[in-house]
């Protein structure tokens, strides 16, 4: 099966990805990722079906021919009033995820797939293949996504090291800490602890973070410095 998990998308799409989940909420739905990651033997058994294997045609991309396999793109749904899973308001998340960059499967013409948002900007299918990566095509954009996110990086450091961050569990939270050396961490602390890193005292590591992003809900749960 899959991953749903946010953090096991590339940084840059991960964030965007935040944002339109964040956003979606604000708007009222209720967006959650029913597939994110993808290995290339889970495609192939996406692939196989209604080909070698009983079912219907579900997809016409091959092992390494979509996104999903490079991390960089996601199916959301939405859920109803009763939890049942629902797309009654995709359009309005596609518009959303429009206005933020994201390309959406709505959007396409011919055969459309509304739940599905993808971002790759001057990376190819080809280059995505041999492990180039969002990071390595667009070395900027990830600083200058963070840069506009909801609190400056010191602040956002002094704000985190005075809140129990561990016992914070609130749902589609994300923190993306960039050491200088260009490295990152994504935690996402639905149903799972966050590691000390992202609260730490220690100088010389905070010298070296660069940029942190939270979403909304973190924000307004850190007590202020």
Request: glycine share 8%; hydrophobic share 35%.
């Amino acid at each position: 099966m899959s991953s749903r998990n946010i953090s096991d998308l590339q940084p840059e799409f991960a964030v965007l990805v935040q944002r339109l989940l964040d956003e979606s909420t604000r708007q009222g739905l209720r967006p959650f990722i029913t597939d994110a990651y993808r290995t290339y033997d889970e495609q192939a058994a996406l692939y196989a079906k209604g080909r070698t294997v009983p079912g219907l045609i579900v997809t016409n991309a091959g092992p390494g021919d979509s996104w999903h396999n490079h991390r960089l793109a996601v199916d959301i749904g939405l859920l109803d009033s009763e939890n049942r899973l629902t797309y009654n308001g995709i359009d309005m998340v596609g518009r959303i995820g429009t206005n933020l960059g994201l390309t959406w499967g709505g959007s396409w013409r011919g055969f459309q797939d509304k739940p599905h948002f993808e971002f790759h900007p001057n990376l190819s299918l080809s280059e995505a293949k041999r492990g180039v990566t969002v990071s390595e095509k667009n070395p900027d954009l990830l600083r200058q996504l963070l840069i506009t996110t909801p609190m400056e990086t010191h602040e956002a450091i002094q704000r985190i090291t005075k809140m129990h961050i561990e016992n914070f569990t609130a749902p589609r939270c994300i923190y993306i800490i960039v050491p200088g050396d260009g490295e990152y961490l994504v935690k996402n602390s639905k149903k799972q602890r966050v590691r000390d890193t992202a609260r730490t005292q220690d100088v010389e590591y905070l010298k070296s973070v660069v940029g942190v992003y939270v979403s909304k809900e973190i924000a307004d749960a850190i007590p202020n410095a």
